[in-house]
């Protein structure tokens, strides 16, 4: 039975969302990729939601089983009307951005899904990536012919910060903490990795380098009540 390590998302969200005892709701945007099982491990009692084309992408009969809710959607055909505002107290759209022309609109048009109090979490390739080797299951951003825009860092936060408006009544958004995407474990497993590939696949897959790399950056902000504060986009 090989080590099952949780991805960095569950390991960083589960400090933010302490109180795994009360339910909360989830919204993972692009539930494929075993995505269910692993969310509801670690956040058991939680309702999730997913949304994507098809609930079977990735997944086993036991994620599928793990969806409390799905919503059936086309993310290039993006439909906010969907999804309940004020509904969610954590939304996860984790390597989905860099598959959509649009992805950008998209995470707009979420931001008012979120409670007050809510966190927004999203994970995409760096912009670095575009360097890196190419190999066989992506290390490269352009290994993967799906990919099609590159984001940064500074863009997608000022896709929240711009949600701040002093002057109004609207909720607004403050980043939390953003980063690359690193758990060490996986760096210190890396040879016993590469030798099970060689053996399961007689090649290595470009993702058991992601971590030793830094292929992913990460993002996460959280939605507050209105102040008085004079948040500004950061300059690009």
């Not at 701040?164 to 903490?177: D, L, M, V, Y």
Request: aromatic residues 12%; hydrophobic residues 40%; charged residues 20%.
């Amino acid at each position: 039975m090989g080590l099952i390590i949780p991805p960095y998302r569950i390991y960083i969200l589960s400090k933010y969302l302490k109180t795994k005892k009360q339910t909360i709701k989830i919204l993972d945007i692009g539930c494929g990729s075993n995505s269910p099982s692993i969310t509801k491990k670690a956040f058991p009692t939680a309702h999730y939601t997913g949304v994507d084309i098809d609930k079977n992408y990735n997944n086993s009969l036991q994620d599928i089983q793990m969806i409390d809710s799905f919503i059936q959607m086309d993310l290039n055909h993006f439909d906010s009307t969907l999804i309940p505002n004020n509904e969610y107290d954590l939304i996860i759209m984790s390597h989905i951005i860099e598959h959509l022309t649009d992805g950008d609109k998209i995470i707009q048009q979420l931001l008012p899904k979120l409670k007050i109090g809510g966190f927004f979490y999203i994970e995409f390739p760096s912009e670095k990536s575009v360097s890196f080797p190419s190999m066989p299951g992506t290390l490269n951003f352009f290994d993967d012919d799906t990919h099609c825009r590159i984001y940064s860092i500074t863009e997608i936060c000022n896709l929240f910060l711009k949600q701040a408006h002093p002057q109004t009544q609207c909720p607004e958004f403050k980043i939390i903490k953003v980063g690359t995407v690193r758990q060490w474990i996986n760096i210190f497993l890396l040879p016993l990795k590469a030798l099970v590939h060689f053996i399961k696949f007689k090649h290595c897959k470009g993702g058991i380098f992601w971590d030793l790399y830094g292929f992913a950056h990460f993002v996460i902000a959280q939605k507050i009540p209105p102040s008085k504060s004079t948040l500004s986009p950061i300059n690009q």
